[in-house]
């Protein structure tokens, strides 16, 4: 994220990350002690993420064996609300979040991509495409979606934000070998949209730092709703301000808490499965790459790598059964933690037989599962899916001969947020 991010080599790529297999819903016991049911075949997952009697509240603090990250331990969040709280606040989103305004939004985050697309090509080879495209790309579109860009007082550097980034999504210690721990209970790499992570503070920062960071940034947010309320304009920030005004009933910690997870998050989640992608791509399926340049196959292909490629390197996201819940041939007792495997589920051989080294311009056999379902859907899906279609589509048809110039075994990985990335993916062409 920053220089003083850790970065470690000898990891495997998050797409190949054991999961754990498709079984029937089975106890198990979660890194903190904590015993709970494990859920991992497609169909049963399904079933837990639409089911009114399996709910988030209440649980920011349980299952992990550490710390947790702010964008995750807050109540006030989004992912860790349910019933008519959750149900008020998620209105007030969907209101800022019309078909009409994501319409709207396209033509310009098209533009976007196609903009650093245009400067990696007159900069020439060699690149590093984290910083010459995976981070630019998200960056751009995250300050114009939310009025940050321009000379005003609420323009925001790319380096300012990412230190906000590291702060408020900051990941605790993982495995040496980049394998997540059984039942690890997290989410699905989308913080900011409706999902959540463990957490502690990273390697070169302190806690001083930590605290500083999010200070900071809270009360740039506090004071850039107030504006967006004394000046509104067309942004998502005076959107969800408009929004939340109207409806009235939404705490303003609430509003706070999303509008930094949005900026943050959003940023971030696109920046690492855009890199995850193309370390996939270009590392493992290079005879694929100038087929992007068809829009209709970079579209196919976009959703089949962020459905078979983890948005974050965590196992499972974790509910509690407020009632006696049959599932897949086993009674889950009312109380019981379950933890929910997304990356289970979206691998399951009964629903996805082919898996990811199928043709990548293949549909998938059934709905991803990758932004979750049911009430906790990923409100940022449109942007992920937007920004990686576009991306994989334009670079593709401007540098047709990109090609990887270190083996994927060699590559550095970006640790201490809500996923793992590349530090640097050094290319030619």
């Known amino acids: 994220m920053d220089s003083a991010a850790d970065t470690r080599t000898a990891l495997p790529p998050l797409h190949r990350l054991p999961v ?92 976007a991509v196609q903009q650093s697309v245009d400067a990696l090509v007159a900069a020439g080879p060699p690149a590093d495409l984290v910083t010459a495209f995976a981070r630019p790309v998200p960056f751009a579109v995250t300050t114009r979606l939310m009025g940050l860009d321009g000379n005003g007082p609420d323009s925001l550097d790319e380096e300012r934000l990412q230190r906000w980034t590291l702060a408020l999504l900051a990941q605790g210690d993982e495995p040496a070998d980049g394998t997540p721990a059984p039942g690890n209970t997290t989410g699905s790499g989308t913080a900011s949209t409706d999902a959540s992570t463990t957490a502690g503070t990273t390697a070169g920062t302190t806690a001083t730092d930590h605290a500083d960071a999010l200070a900071e940034y809270g009360a740039f947010t506090v004071e850039l709703i107030e504006r967006r309320r004394r000046e509104p304009g067309d942004d998502l920030v005076s959107r969800l301000v408009r929004a939340a005004d109207h409806d009235g009933g939404i705490p303003e910690e609430s ?48 959703e089949r790598l962020l459905h078979f490629i983890p948005l974050g390197d965590d196992e499972a996201t974790i509910r509690r059964a407020t009632a006696p819940i049959e599932l897949g041939g086993a009674t889950i ?31 998938l056999a059934a709905p991803t599962l990758a932004f979750s379902a049911g009430p906790h859907y990923c409100i940022g899906a449109w942007r992920v899916r937007l920004e990686m279609r576009e991306s994989l589509h334009r670079l593709a048809t401007a540098l047709p001969g990109l090609r990887l110039t270190t083996p994927v075994a060699d590559v550095a990985w970006q640790l201490g947020g809500t996923t793992r990335s590349p530090a640097r993916i050094p290319v030619d062409w």
């Open 20 to 111: 754990a297999p498709a079984l029937p819903p089975h106890p198990t016991t979660l890194p903190d002690g904590t015993p709970a049911w494990l859920v991992t075949r497609y169909q049963d997952v399904r079933q837990v993420l639409g089911d009114p009697r399996i709910t988030r509240a209440d649980l920011h603090d349980v299952g992990t064996a550490g710390a947790t990250a702010d964008v995750a331990a807050n109540p006030a969040s989004l992912f860790n609300q349910d019933g008519p709280a959750h149900r008020r606040l998620r209105g007030t989103v969907q209101r800022a979040f019309t078909p009409r305004a994501i319409a709207g939004w396209q033509p310009w985050v098209a533009a």
């Open 255 to 302: 509003l706070v808490h999303l509008v930094a997870g949005l900026t943050a998050s959003g940023n971030e989640s696109v920046a690492g499965a855009l890199g995850n992608a193309l370390v996939y791509l270009l590392g493992e399926r290079a005879e694929h790459w100038p087929r992007l340049a068809d829009p209709d196959t970079a579209e196919r292909t976009a």
């Open 333 to 363: 007792p009312a109380g019981s933690v379950v933890a929910v495997s997304l990356g289970s589920a979206n691998r399951d051989p009964e629903v996805y037989p082919e898996g990811l080294d199928a043709d990548l311009g293949l549909p």
